[in-house]
């Protein structure tokens, strides 16, 4: 017989919601940048292709944004609904950084409706481009006000205990805690890495396809572009994350690598299957390079798992999420460096087949690796909702009823992404950008 368990239940509707939001979040906090880098260099170069490109992932964009708004309300309504004793205890100190992401939102929004309502109704084009700066710039704000939300649940700030109450609240401070920095900058970063390959492996695709066009081919160029620059980025932040773990939540960093014992010239493992007694088999070691991404240098002493109480290690498996986020994240990099080579060597074909099966591939992995990423961030914190202070089990509710939410928030996660399929497929599929090409004489 199944056995009612609300905490349970309440991860996994959380989770559900989670894998859904993120990837209209990601593309909601990239895309704006991309389509302002478009009509930018469409202005810059008095180019009317990257115009079109930019007018075109608008259309786009709108849909995405739409279901993005859905979903993240789904979000702040199950943090009432499922996590009450959590917002009982810590509501009041994080509810600046929630209306600031909402007011952010909203400045979007606005600023949007008035950049598509205004095509081609200045004389000067740049003024239709100031008007996507605010919208750039908001969906920036959103995505760091969240952010901060998630740091404060790993390192806790900006308040006192007194009886088990958080009082003399610090807002600032609970926002600028010390997982802000390298969180917020990683969530920013792979946002726009992942928007940049999914909109590359659209034209990729294209061009597979036959279609030689050399808007697709400007497309590719620019997506390719900004994608090997924010893949650098991300890689970076990624470094300064894992010093960040180590200082602060060793007993993450330590699950994520099956680092079971303290030691010096600790190696990275990659991938590997764990037997009894903590033993790994067929993995992947890396001399030295845990010990190099905590501290920075190759004897440095890494903190193992056996210094923790065993009531307040994360699950294992974490391991696999963050090996496929590192993996996938060195792929996306190796494939935008080497398609800006062969763009710069005249003599090389940067649209030769298996370099754009490799963008067209990471599209959908770029999405995996941002899932995988926040698999890790949140269940890397467990058994932790608010770390030292708050549980799961302390912060779920106890409502005989999350089963059927899962079941109705489910079957509107489905209606929702096969709208956004459906609209998005159609729109396209009915305006051509062959047909746009020859309604502007741009063929």
């Given at each position: 017989m199944f056995e009612y368990d609300p905490v349970f239940l309440s991860r996994i509707l959380t989770g559900i919601t989670l894998a859904v939001h993120v990837i209209f979040a990601t593309v909601g906090v990239g895309v704006p940048l991309m389509i302002a880098l478009a009509e930018w260099m469409g202005i810059?170069?008095?180019?009317?292709?990257?115009?079109?490109?930019?007018?075109?992932?608008?259309?786009?964009?709108?849909?995405?944004?739409?279901?993005?708004?859905?979903?993240?309300?789904?979000?702040?309504?199950?943090?009432?609904?499922?996590?009450?004793?959590?917002?009982?205890?810590?509501?009041?100190?994080?509810?600046?950084?929630?209306?600031?992401?909402?007011?952010?939102?909203?400045?979007?929004?606005?600023?949007?409706?008035?950049?598509?309502?205004?095509?081609?109704?200045?004389?000067?084009?740049?003024?239709?481009?100031?008007?996507?700066?605010?919208?750039?710039?908001?969906?920036?704000?959103s995505g760091f006000f969240i952010t901060t939300v998630n740091g404060f649940m790993n390192a806790p700030r900006g308040f006192d205990l007194e009886n088990g109450v958080l009082t003399n609240i610090r807002p600032l401070e609970a926002m600028f805690n010390p997982a802000t920095p390298t969180k917020v900058a990683h969530v920013l970063s792979s946002a726009y890495l992942t928007t940049a390959f999914v909109l590359a492996a659209i034209a990729a695709f294209a061009i597979l396809r036959g279609k030689d066009h050399v808007y697709h081919k400007k497309a590719l160029h620019l997506t390719m572009t900004a994608a090997a620059i924010f893949a650098i980025s991300t890689a970076i932040i990624g470094d300064f994350s894992g010093k960040y773990l180590a200082k602060y939540q060793p007993e993450k960093l330590a699950a994520a690598e099956w680092h079971f014992e303290t030691s010096t010239e600790a190696p990275l493992i990659l991938g590997g299957v764990l037997q009894e007694n903590n033993e790994v088999k067929y993995a992947l070691e890396i001399p030295y390079a845990l010990s190099i991404l905590a501290h920075g240098t190759p004897d440095a002493e890494v903190i193992g798992l056996e210094e923790f109480p065993e009531e307040e290690l994360p699950p294992l498996i974490v391991h696999y999420f963050f090996d496929l986020m590192v993996g996938i994240g060195m792929f996306l990099a190796f494939v935008s460096i080497l398609y800006v080579l062969f763009a710069k060597v005249r003599k090389w074909n940067e649209w030769n087949k298996p370099l754009l099966w490799a963008i067209v591939a990471g599209g959908p992995l770029s999405l995996l690796a941002i899932e995988m990423g926040w698999f890790f961030a949140e269940l890397g914190r467990q058994p932790w909702l608010l770390v030292g202070y708050m549980t799961v089990e302390q912060g779920a509710t106890t409502s005989e009823h999350v089963d059927l939410m899962i079941v109705l928030f489910v079957l509107l996660y489905i209606v929702l992404c096969t709208t956004c399929a459906t609209v998005l497929r159609k729109m396209f599929k009915n305006n051509p950008v062959?047909?746009?090409l020859h309604d502007r004489g741009m063929e």
């Amino acid at each position: 017989m199944f056995e009612y368990d609300p905490v349970f239940l309440s991860r996994i509707l959380t989770g559900i919601t989670l894998a859904v939001h993120v990837i209209f979040a990601t593309v909601g906090v990239g895309v704006p940048l991309m389509i302002a880098l478009a009509e930018w260099m469409g202005i810059k170069r008095n180019d009317e292709h990257y115009r079109l490109l930019a007018r075109r992932w608008a259309r786009g964009f709108v849909i995405t944004v739409a279901i993005g708004v859905v979903t993240g309300t789904a979000i702040g309504l199950q943090l009432s609904l499922l996590w009450p004793n959590f917002m009982q205890m810590a509501g009041h100190v994080i509810s600046l950084p929630l209306f600031m992401e909402t007011f952010a939102f909203f400045f979007e929004a606005i600023f949007l409706g008035i950049y598509l309502y205004t095509w081609d109704r200045f004389k000067k084009k740049i003024y239709h481009f100031f008007i996507l700066i605010p919208v750039a710039l908001g969906a920036m704000a959103s995505g760091f006000f969240i952010t901060t939300v998630n740091g404060f649940m790993n390192a806790p700030r900006g308040f006192d205990l007194e009886n088990g109450v958080l009082t003399n609240i610090r807002p600032l401070e609970a926002m600028f805690n010390p997982a802000t920095p390298t969180k917020v900058a990683h969530v920013l970063s792979s946002a726009y890495l992942t928007t940049a390959f999914v909109l590359a492996a659209i034209a990729a695709f294209a061009i597979l396809r036959g279609k030689d066009h050399v808007y697709h081919k400007k497309a590719l160029h620019l997506t390719m572009t900004a994608a090997a620059i924010f893949a650098i980025s991300t890689a970076i932040i990624g470094d300064f994350s894992g010093k960040y773990l180590a200082k602060y939540q060793p007993e993450k960093l330590a699950a994520a690598e099956w680092h079971f014992e303290t030691s010096t010239e600790a190696p990275l493992i990659l991938g590997g299957v764990l037997q009894e007694n903590n033993e790994v088999k067929y993995a992947l070691e890396i001399p030295y390079a845990l010990s190099i991404l905590a501290h920075g240098t190759p004897d440095a002493e890494v903190i193992g798992l056996e210094e923790f109480p065993e009531e307040e290690l994360p699950p294992l498996i974490v391991h696999y999420f963050f090996d496929l986020m590192v993996g996938i994240g060195m792929f996306l990099a190796f494939v935008s460096i080497l398609y800006v080579l062969f763009a710069k060597v005249r003599k090389w074909n940067e649209w030769n087949k298996p370099l754009l099966w490799a963008i067209v591939a990471g599209g959908p992995l770029s999405l995996l690796a941002i899932e995988m990423g926040w698999f890790f961030a949140e269940l890397g914190r467990q058994p932790w909702l608010l770390v030292g202070y708050m549980t799961v089990e302390q912060g779920a509710t106890t409502s005989e009823h999350v089963d059927l939410m899962i079941v109705l928030f489910v079957l509107l996660y489905i209606v929702l992404c096969t709208t956004c399929a459906t609209v998005l497929r159609k729109m396209f599929k009915n305006n051509p950008v062959e047909k746009e090409l020859h309604d502007r004489g741009m063929e």
